[in-house]
């Protein structure tokens, strides 16, 4: 087992190819992010200007933690 982490953590990358991982990555994030933010808006009703830009931010970046709490108090 500490063969193989050392071998994984051992694999250098380019920068070419780490900026591919994190954009292949945060592709899928991002969508399931617009997807969460905009089936669950009640909290951005009573909202406006900067306010409601920067929770919509929000809400997207932190869909699992948003995730986690609704069903938590459910």
């Not at 063969?3 to 190819?17: F, G």
Request: hydrophobic share 60%; glycine share 8%; with cysteine.
């Amino acid at each position: 087992m500490l063969a193989i982490a050392r071998r994984i953590l051992s694999y250098e990358m380019t920068v070419a190819e780490f900026i591919g991982l994190v954009i292949l990555v945060a592709i899928p994030y991002g969508l399931v992010g617009v997807i969460w933010t905009l089936t669950h808006t009640s909290h951005l009703g009573a909202m406006d200007g900067v306010d409601l830009v920067i929770s919509f931010l929000g809400s997207i970046v932190c869909w699992p933690v948003l995730i986690f709490s609704d069903v938590c108090m459910t």
